[in-house]
């Protein structure tokens, strides 16, 4: 203890915990308060993790993408309409000495048609040159090649139901052929890609056969410019550099930034944010109730033992802070179980709906402080009823 | 009971609140000096005067037991002199300190040195006894956790509950109850130890061990005791008798020995 002694003071004058045993000695209301804000913290975890989830699967193609930066035209505003500037740009980009590789990428939607009920639906063709690095993901490598014949393309597999039993037949060995845009492709790969908010299907093809698919895109116009920098380059400094030397009809976003002005187009411009935000606020006014019930009759049930306090010559301030620990100690209990619940119930999201779902730091503690916040001003509330103490009505 | 924890007797008394001056030369200050205490209750039409001109002293150490019909004004005396109300009108003086006009705080600071133990137990139910007499030690400064929790253990036992130290007040019987109140009164080392009928809710057997423990304590504390009580069985134990009857007091004929 000598080399702590402010702890070991601390422990010296430690008092009889009352919160802890005021709250430990009544299992079920405890019970019953830990279960009201789990429950909140669990709406809480569930709501604003299906919000952001819904915002990441905005991005799933865009993350994808094997690029420190990216051109697109400042036209576009999201990955639904993207619109085309001129190829050389990013010819221009390779010129920067930190600069190691570009890849033009051609995006927009076609028609596909379903090949076994012959219903047609809008896919997201994704164009490049097959010798040209497109996703981090090196497992495309070997499957690219094949796009080198005409009119193939690789399909992903992870499309709706609605484009047809693509990958199902394909894996049987069957030739699978569709019509998109009125020409006749055939299917030579599967690839695992995801729906977006934006596109329910993707498909892969080279650039030479996406200009046959689209015979309106303009020659040397591209949607999308990957640029790759030398290790160790610092993209932010790189970015400056190329909007200074770009003329303005390129926009120069880091590959984050690209992913943030998607999100940003379904934040404005759907209501999602605001319906899981407004469910999880729910589940905080919820908690609050549930709480401030909790505490309020707790305190109310004893407070001639407070009183007593008080006539023995505890200050005030005292009790008020055996309340108010009480409200900490709620919240930190209350918070475990909904955190463990809360993991659980991703991993059930993610499996059952391909959202990507997960736990990460920020929201861990946004929701605790929520839960603190619940606890603590639900504490402040029922500390009022000690006004109501009064030692001379105990005798 | 030669284990008992002493009492931190020194004490502050007569610190200058000028009241020195009502007390003989010579003599030892008043644990307790009531001057022309009045007291109402109630508002305008309502008000009523339930203590009137009440003049009373208790010396360091005297066990002054104050009965009297219902309704005369005990209970209310008793919260005057404990620091629970608001002095209306006269002195009120406890270990030389005027109370008259003082706040909430310095009250509440006085009512450190106070021991009060209540009709109903007042027990927290959420803690053993031994917790509830800790409840006690744990005003007094200075002392380590463990010191005070071995304090409320000798406690326990010098009330005869050694064997309950883990018990809840719900498994403790009326007259245990009521001596782990005792206990826990007597545990912050108080100079002065105000009762409200302790006995009220215990058989007369219980009733009187509860005060005869009660003032053998109070003795080897040296602690001044005032208590209320209308059991006429327990009224030997007073060194002094003080009666009341509708907010005024007399002093009861048989035990007459005031200045
Ligand atoms: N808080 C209060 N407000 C108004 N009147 C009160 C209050 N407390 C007591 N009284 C009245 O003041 C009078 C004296 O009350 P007090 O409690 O001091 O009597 P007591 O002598 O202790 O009686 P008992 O022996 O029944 O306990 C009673 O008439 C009572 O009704
Ligand atoms: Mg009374």
Redesign the pocket.
């Known amino acids: 203890m000598s080399e702590l002694p402010a702890v070991g003071l601390l422990w010296r004058s430690r008092k009889i915990p009352l919160a802890w045993l005021l709250l430990t000695r009544q299992p079920v209301r405890l019970a019953v308060a830990l279960a009201g804000i789990s429950f909140a913290g669990i709406l809480m975890f569930m709501q604003l993790g299906f919000r952001d989830g819904l915002f990441d699967a905005s991005v799933t193609i865009h993350k994808l993408f094997d690029a420190d930066l990216v051109l697109i035209s400042p036209r576009t505003i999201s990955s639904i309409s993207m619109s085309g500037f001129p190829r050389r740009r990013l010819v221009q980009a390779l010129g920067d000495p930190e600069v190691k590789g570009i890849t033009p990428v051609n995006w927009n939607f076609l028609l596909w048609r379903n090949p076994q009920n012959k219903s047609t639906r809008s896919i997201l063709a994704i164009g490049f040159e097959p010798n040209d690095p497109l996703f981090l993901d090196p497992s495309l490598k070997a499957k690219a090649q094949l796009l080198t014949q005409r009119d193939r393309v690789l399909f992903d597999e992870l499309s709706r139901d609605e484009f047809g039993p693509v990958a199902t037949w394909f894996r049987e060995g069957r030739t699978v052929e569709s019509e998109v845009g009125g020409k006749r492709v055939r299917v030579a790969g599967l690839v695992g890609l995801g729906p977006s908010f934006g596109a329910d299907g993707n498909l892969i093809t080279s650039r030479e056969t996406f200009l046959r698919l689209l015979p309106d895109t303009p020659a040397g116009s591209i949607e999308l410019g990957l640029i790759r920098l030398s290790p160790g380059a610092d993209p932010a400094v790189v970015q400056q550099r190329l909007r200074n030397q770009l003329p303005k009809d390129v926009t120069v976003f880091t590959k984050k930034e690209f992913e943030e002005s998607e999100k940003d187009y379904w934040r404005s411009s759907t209501a999602i944010g605001f319906i899981f935000t407004l469910g999880a606020g729910m589940g905080f006014v919820v908690g609050c109730v549930i709480v401030y019930q909790i505490l309020y009759s707790d305190v109310s049930d004893h407070l001639p033992e407070y009183a007593t306090l008080m006539a023995m010559g505890y200050p005030l301030t005292a009790l008020l802070g055996v309340v108010g620990r009480e409200g900490l100690l709620l919240a930190m209990l209350g918070y475990l179980p909904a955190y463990g619940v809360g993991q659980g119930l991703y991993a059930l999201v993610r499996s059952a709906t391909k959202l990507p779902v997960e736990m990460n730091s920020t929201r861990a503690l946004v929701v605790f402080s929520m839960i603190l916040v619940m606890c603590m001003g639900s504490a402040a509330m029922a500390m009022r009823r000690l006004a109501d103490a009064d030692p ?2 105990i ?1 | 009971m030669a284990a008992l924890p002493s009492n931190g007797n020194g004490t502050e008394q007569g610190d200058g609140n000028g009241n020195g001056a009502s007390s003989p030369p010579g003599a030892v200050a008043p644990m307790v000096d009531l001057q022309e205490l009045c007291h109402w ?2 508002e305008g039409e309502m008000r ?1 005067q ?1 203590l009137q001109r009440v003049d009373l002293r208790i010396h360091p150490g005297e066990v002054v037991l104050l009965t ?12 005057l002199v404990g620091g629970l109300r608001q002095v209306q009108q006269g002195r009120v003086t406890v270990m030389g300190k005027a109370l008259e006009g003082s706040s909430r705080r310095r009250r509440q600071q006085l009512r450190r040195h106070i021991g009060m133990i209540f ?1 109903g137990h007042n027990l927290l139910r959420c803690l053993t006894a031994e917790q509830n007499v800790q409840m006690g030690s744990d005003l007094l400064p200075g002392l380590s956790y463990r010191a005070r929790r071995d304090q409320a253990r000798e406690w326990l036992r010098a009330v005869g509950l050694g064997d309950h130290l883990g018990k809840l007040p719900h498994d403790l019987s009326g007259g245990q109850k009521q001596r782990v109140a005792i206990a826990r009164a007597l545990a912050a080392h108080p100079k002065l130890l105000l009762a ?2 302790p006995t009220a809710a215990l058989d007369s057997r219980s009733g009187r061990e509860v005060v005869d423990l009660l003032k053998r304590l109070a003795r080897e504390q040296s602690c001044a005791v005032l208590m ?1 009580t ?1 059991d006429p069985r327990i009224l030997d134990v007073a060194d002094r008798l003080v009666e ?1 009857e509708d ?1 005024r007091l007399r002093v009861a004929p048989p035990l007459l020995a005031t200045s």
């Open positions: 001379a009505e005798f | 209750y109630g009523r339930v009297g019909p219902s309704g005369c004004g005990k209970t209310t005396l008793l919260t009709q409200d009928e209320v209308h009341m907010g």
